[in-house]
């Protein structure tokens, strides 16, 4: 099967298998719109009962074809469609679009009709686009692939690539995008998926140059680790992807025992590998589509320093808010900048940002034009804000006064227009504009702009910075609950940071392992069936002589055996006592989408009440780990508190990254691993406790040692 899918989004020819002479019908919708909008290439209907479709000849079967037509549009019912495709790879056509529904959306009988169907699909040398899904479209050559109410209006080109896994969400999104002058070169529909991803079909749009900016919607993810390779093919392009993904609150890891794999729902970890690629994830249609507006017609800023430009002091203080809200600064403006605003708007406006120019502008322009100019022009400020409401009846003055800005800076803006009156709207996007519906919309797009930005500049210097290691390398020599200090000499090897651990059967190999590590010691019970100690009493701390030692052997010994009397016991383990300032907690988890993740996040009791973690695909860069500990709503903890000096977070990120680069060697190798807590302080971090388990460990043996 090939992989070169250009000549299914940019056919030089189209059969249409089914066609109908009714154009109301569906399978009369494409030939009707393929005519109507202009295509130019080559158009095979094919129908045994009719001579001609439109002004078009009609061919009588699949066997009728020419050699080599690039797509094939197949309008049949389900049971009917495998035999088409056989007869399709008969003539060499290259792809395929199933419209039919019956497939696996439908139970058991469909899902096997479906596997059918790619089966064939692939013998037969076809890439399959669906089944159940409304098609495509390509609006620069006008090849229209789709039954989609869009299609019967306008379908304008531009530079938007849309594709999304749902038809009829998808379509109401591309009319939202249409209603805003968003042109949509491509949509494509990817439907059930037996063949052709998300994925797929979202890397051959991206590549077209016409493309600026691609817009996705998901409901499932089936190719992680694909995503990732999208996402770094669109950061060497320097193209954003936004994604909606819909399913936030889907049900986290089954059979996990450890905090990582309790905490490493589906949703969080989507989340976080989209946040470590530059991805950038909309709430909702409408979010998406102020992020492609304003990704489609703004350079990308150098920084984050906004300056806000109102008619409104109300409305400036809003967004100043929101603002900080999402992590952006609304610049300090210089003094010579109030001063060169001051000489500009009335007496009582405000020269601070946000800048108040007040709605003096309408009979002298250059007070907001020249105002915005000197705002942008601040060396604190990376992007401008433009807030108004209403002016209907000054529609063309304000027009040509951001025509005038836009033709004086370098530096991007985006205008918010409350109630802007319709013709406002076209004329600003007709100029390469971006306007947004109101204040807080305004703000989080300009958030998405600054965050890609920072994104692509991340990737450029990244890409010198690329982890060695083959991926999946390396094998457990041991499935299941790894032992602690088998555990600790296989992290301590990779470069992770972890405190020495000895084991000890008896009383007397405790006292030894004791003085060879130095006094003070914890030791814990040492047992493939108890992961979490201390809810069983197993731990004891602090332990600083000879006596203490022997007394805490046989105290952990009873409490193993009072609370788990069918556990297996294996003596105990003693490491060297270390404190931190901080608890922080870095884990693994084998993720069934994007493969083995790190997770990072505030440790001991936090983790059980707060959940505050972020995750990443592994490997991961400096930076990108500098970005985790950034991530955390607790990062504040990291600092200096109440006189306290800051923690080693550099040491933190580069525990990460070696955590993320043994993640990486034994992709595929590790089900879970726990090291919590990591004890953090202004002179380094290292764990001292870990749980790892090997990926062949039962659900059940899980289920017991939780």
């Known amino acids: 099967m090939t992989t070169d899918l250009s000549r299914l989004v940019r056919p030089q020819s189209v059969a249409v298998v089914g066609a109908s002479s009714d154009f109301r019908k569906v399978s009369g919708r494409p030939i009707k719109h393929l005519i109507d909008k202009g295509y130019q290439g080559r158009i095979f209907p094919i129908n045994p009962k009719a001579e001609r479709i439109g002004d078009i000849p009609a061919l009588a079967s699949i066997a009728d074809l020419p050699e080599g037509v690039d797509l094939a549009i197949v309008v049949l019912p389900a049971d009917a469609v495998a035999g088409a495709i056989r007869a399709l790879g008969r003539r060499k056509v290259a792809a395929a679009v199933v419209f039919a529904s019956g497939f696996g959306e439908v139970g058991p009988e469909g899902a096997a009709m479906e596997a059918e169907l790619a089966g064939v699909a692939r013998s037969a040398g076809v890439r399959l686009l669906g089944p159940n899904c409304l098609g495509l479209f390509n609006a620069f050559e006008r090849m229209i692939g789709t039954f989609s109410q869009y299609v019967d209006g306008e379908v304008p080109a531009g530079p938007v690539a849309f594709v999304s896994q749902s038809g009829a969400f998808g379509t109401a999104i591309s009319a939202l995008a249409r209603a805003r002058d968003l042109g949509l070169g491509y949509f494509v529909n990817t439907g059930n998926e037996a063949d052709i991803t998300f994925v797929d079909a979202m890397g051959e749009v991206l590549a077209d140059e016409r493309i600026r900016v691609g817009a996705g919607y998901i409901e499932g993810l089936k190719d992680g680790p694909g995503l990732v390779r999208l996402a770094e093919k669109a950061m060497d392009l320097g193209k954003p992807l936004v994604l909606t993904k819909v399913g936030r609150t889907g049900a986290g890891a089954k059979a996990a025992a450890s905090h990582t794999g309790s905490l490493a729902g589906e949703d969080i970890v989507f989340d976080g590998v989209l946040s470590q690629n530059g991805v950038l994830r909309a709430r909702n249609e409408e979010h998406m589509l102020d992020l492609v507006e304003i990704l489609a017609n703004c350079a990308l800023p150098a920084g984050g320093g906004v300056g806000i430009a109102t008619q409104s002091g109300g409305a400036g203080v809003l967004m100043a808010d929101r603002a900080e809200e999402l992590g952006l600064t609304v610049a300090e403006l210089s003094d010579a900048t109030r001063a060169k605003i001051a000489a500009t708007i009335p007496g009582f406006g405000a020269t601070g940002n946000p800048v108040d120019v007040t709605g003096q502008f309408v009979a002298d322009p250059a007070v907001l034009s020249d105002s915005v100019v000197h705002m942008l022009a601040d060396p604190a400020v990376d992007v401008g804000i433009v807030w108004l409401q209403l002016m209907g009846g000054h529609v063309d003055t304000l027009v040509s006064i951001f025509e005038d800005i836009k033709a004086r800076v370098e530096k991007p803006f985006v205008v918010a227009w409350v109630a802007a009156p319709e013709a406002a709207l076209r004329a600003l996007r007709a100029r390469g504009i971006a306007v947004l519906r109101g204040a807080e919309p305004a703000v989080d797009a300009v958030a998405g702009l600054v965050r890609f930005a920072a994104a692509r500049r991340q990737h450029m210097d990244d890409k010198h910075d690329v982890p060695s290691g083959a991926p999946g390398h390396s094998r457990l020599t041991q499935d299941g609950i790894v032992p602690t200090v088998m555990a600790t000499e296989l992290l301590q090897s990779a470069g992770v940071s972890i405190v020495p651990a000895r084991a000890a059967r008896s009383v007397e190999e405790a006292v030894a392992a004791a003085a060879e590590l130095g006094y003070p010691v914890a030791m814990k019970v040492e047992s493939p069936d108890i992961l979490h100690k201390t809810e069983i009493g197993g731990v004891r701390l602090g332990l600083a002589d000879e006596a203490g030692v022997r007394r805490a052997f046989g105290e952990l010994d009873a409490a193993a055996r009072h609370h788990r009397p069918d556990a297996r016991l294996d003596g105990v383990v003693l490491q060297p006592m270390r404190t931190g300032a901080v608890e922080a907690v870095i884990g693994l988890k084998n993720d069934p989408v994007f493969g083995t993740v790190v997770m990072l996040g505030l440790g001991g009791i936090f983790i059980e009440v707060l959940k505050d973690v972020v995750f ?91």
């Open 616 to 706: 990443a695909r592994c490997p991961v860069t400096p930076s990108q780990a500098n970005a985790m500990i950034g991530g955390l709503k607790g990062a504040a903890m990291f600092g200096a508190v109440r006189g306290r000096a800051p923690v080693d977070t550099k040491a933190l990120a580069e525990m990460v990254v070696a955590v993320s680069r043994f993640g990486a060697e034994y992709d595929g190798a590790i089900s879970e691993l726990d090291l919590n807590p990591v004890m953090l302080s202004a002179s380094g971090a290292a764990a001292v406790d870990v749980v790892l388990i090997g990926e062949g460990a039962s659900a059940t043996n899980l289920a017991r040692s939780a």
